[in-house]
């Protein structure tokens, strides 16, 4: 089973920087789609970034200019580099991906890790 395990979340000061790391463990052939979500309270999740692959990646309207999702497929880790946090940036961050299995390898499926706080102060 694919299991997701994000880091790299905390407290940042308004027009800092943190970076989020998501590792993949688990048996798997490769992924299609990785992102990152995030959710505030008393709001949906909503989607932050996404690179599929082969394919160009996209950003949330609110985060573009400022952050940016990587890939290392060595090491099956995708980042999400923020700058210029905002307090409005502040949720729990989701990582995301559409997996290609052993047992599924053709049709993608979707993994979810537990979720990492960011907390922005003004």
């Known amino acids: 089973q694919v299991r997701l395990v994000e880091s790299g979340g905390g407290l940042a000061q308004a027009g800092g920087s943190l970076r989020l790391s998501c590792a993949a463990s688990?048996?798997?052939?490769?992924?299609?789609?990785m992102g990152w979500y995030r959710q505030s309270p008393g709001k949906q999740r909503e989607l932050v970034a996404r690179?599929?692959?082969?394919?160009?990646?996209s950003y949330a309207d609110s985060v573009k200019g400022r952050f940016t999702i990587s890939r290392d497929n060595a090491k099956n880790t995708v980042y999400l580099q923020m700058n210029s946090l905002e307090p409005q940036d502040t949720a729990v961050y989701y990582c995301?991906?559409?997996?290609?299995?052993?047992?599924?390898?053709?049709?993608?499926?979707?993994?979810w890790g537990q979720g990492t706080q960011v907390t922005v102060s003004s």
């Open positions: 688990g048996g798997f052939i490769r992924f299609s789609v």
């Open positions: 690179m599929p692959s082969g394919g160009s990646t």
């Open positions: 995301n991906a559409q997996i290609l299995t052993y047992t599924s390898p053709n049709t993608p499926v979707g993994a």
